[in-house]
């Protein structure tokens, strides 16, 4: 189905003009003579695809249209035209939500790549979305028994706030899931999620998988690689079996969890860690075991804050 264009503007050859352009490039397009007509339009259900407006219109200034059009839909693609532009009115007008602002006289090529930039991006939006919406379908706890009412409840508890989360459990009994769910009950929703599994790491890898590491840091080091703190940032990075890390790693760890920073294998430059961890240890853990001083104290940080 072609995407729908409405063009406003008080000139009919502009109307005649960017009609016949973008009905060749196989657009459906409407037209409105001023501000009121075209609200009728955007206003119908469904609204345009994308709206080319004019600023300066007799009945209704383009302004108040597209201030009126985004109340009505706020996530409207609308592309404001003006003979008279200045940059006072082009920032009021992409601050009230236009997508872009061109002046006249018209490149009616720039128009057509802009209109097709606008529709294109609005399109992965919409898919990114789809996507996301699935992402959460596929990954949402089920049942209704006590412990899985009471397990949804910890979950939307923990995932607003900005603590790190520790996450015990026997193996196969769903911890990924519930560092998933608190991901996308966070602020957080909408940055990376990544999950770094501790135990299929090698020992001799499992920095450069953490941290990163520069250029010429080791042998094979060809280029400088970003470690899976600096990836997530923003968003959540998800260490799972942190247990089965050595004693080394889990102490660098640590420092990192301790002071927000962290270092590139080979490198001097301090990166600073906005991600928010999660942690599991795999089966149920008793934080005052004799296992090992730096797991024991590693745990204490993961649920410390």
């Known amino acids: 189905m072609p995407n729908h264009i409405l063009i406003v503007d008080d000139e009919p050859g502009i109307l005649d003009t960017l009609s016949g352009i973008l009905q060749d490039e196989s657009y459906e397009v409407s037209v409105a003579k001023g501000g ?8 119908a259900d469904p609204p345009p695809d994308l709206v080319l407006l004019d600023i300066w219109m007799p009945d209704l200034d383009g302004i108040e249209t597209l201030q009126r059009a985004m109340e009505a839909h706020p996530r409207l693609l609308v592309i404001m035209m003006s003979g008279h532009g200045s940059i006072e009115s082009a920032v009021k007008a ?3 939500g236009a ?18 930039h606008a529709l294109h991006e609005r399109r992965l939006e919409l898919e990114n979305r789809a996507l996301k919406e699935r992402a959460v379908r596929r990954f949402k706890l089920v049942g209704d028994s006590v412990v899985m009412v009471e397990l949804r409840r910890q979950i939307a508890t923990a995932g607003p706030a900005p603590s790190r989360v520790l996450i015990t459990g026997e193996n196969g009994t769903g911890k990924e899931l519930v560092a998933r769910g608190v991901h996308l009950e966070s602020p957080r929703a909408d940055k990376p999620f990544i999950e770094v599994n501790c135990a299929a790491i090698p020992e001799t890898l499992i920095e450069s998988e953490l941290f ?11 280029a400088m690689r970003r470690g899976q703190f600096e990836v997530a940032d923003g968003g959540t990075l998800f260490l799972d079996e942190v247990g089965d890390m050595s004693l080394a790693t889990q102490a660098k760890v640590l420092r990192v969890l301790q002071e927000q920073r962290f270092q590139r294998v080979g490198g001097w430059r301090a990166g600073v860690a906005k991600g928010r961890c999660l942690g599991n240890f795999g089966p149920a853990i008793n934080i005052g075991q004799n296992n090992s001083g730096a797991r024991k104290t590693l745990t204490g940080a993961c649920l410390a804050r």
């Open 94 to 96: 992409i601050k009230l």
């Open 99 to 116: 997508y872009d602002f061109i002046e006249k006289p018209l490149s009616l090529d720039k128009v057509t790549l802009l209109v097709r």
């Open 212 to 222: 990163g590491h520069e250029k010429g840091a080791f042998t094979g080091a060809s």
């Open 36 to 43: 009121q007509d075209a609200l009728k339009l955007i206003k």
